[in-house]
């Protein structure tokens, strides 16, 4: 799913418990971005209720758009070849507009399910499940994978992707660290263009994207068209306008404080008139904290929301947050 075009792709990374339908809808409004990845929907051992899916990318009641008409493609999470393929067969059919399959994710609630990151592990597996979905999806909706370089080293990181391309993936997105290696800095770029000189797929590459930059810096190490940024847009929600107007000459304005005030209170009403009220104030606190790394004015906000956990007392507050440049 890669892009020819000098800039490329920017891509939204699938976030668990961040980058939901609504963080999806504010920052797709803002623009710059490509393409979206929904949270992973999890795959045990039997087909899901189409309400599973709509629950995770309502977008596919919108032909699998966002309202701004930024694709979204819906991930799947199992280790149960046929279980996998039926799934992405029914989300196919509901209108995912593509496929992606998560070998990637570090969490050890789903590493001890025989989920993400630790099948990495076991090549083999990666391809039959690849293999699996690929044969049970239309040749015209692409299916594409995201793994990181490895579960605990990064010594099956070529045979792991090897096993995608064979299996017959459109595309790979690599997170440029290990499960072990976590999140913490740094990115090794350089390991993903390894792995697209390897394979014949289109690779996206991911991982420590948090300016201008950095987008730079990723592209030429990797030698990667298109980008993965998770962190870094839910930190800087015009980062990917940033990137336009620097790579393509775009002029399109970016945002100050204020506007950001007025997304996050956007963000606010999305949440509220979805989620349930006693988990509002925790969706709005971990957005203004990651907000934190770019706008001093989210430091402030965050300590006057700190305590707060009556959704009303959050709208106040985020109210009365004045725009101070």
Known sequence: MSDTTASGKIILAPMEGVVDAYMREILTSVGGIDQCVTEFVRVSDRLLPAKVFHRLSPELKNGGKTSSGVPVVLQLLGSDPQAMAWNASR???????????????????????????????TPNDIHDIVAAVRQAVPDQVPVTAKMRLGNRDKSLALENAAAIDSAGADGLVVHARTKLEGYKPPAHWEWIGRIRESVSMPVTANGEVWTVE???????????TDVMIGRGLVSCPDLGLQIKNDVVGDSQQLLDWEAIRLLIIEYYHQVTDHVEANYVHGRIKQWVNQMKRQYP?????????????KPEEIFAALERACNRS
Do not use: M, W
């Open 91 to 121: 989300a196919a059919k509901l209108g995912a507009p593509a496929i992606d399959l998560n070998f990637g994710c570090p969490a050890k609630t789903v590493n001890k399910n025989r989920g993400g990151a630790v099948l990495l592990d």
């Open 214 to 224: 950095d987008y730079h810096r990723c592209r030429e190490a990797s030698g990667c």
């Open 297 to 309: 004015q989210a430091d402030e906000l965050f300590g006057r929301i700190r305590t707060l956990r």
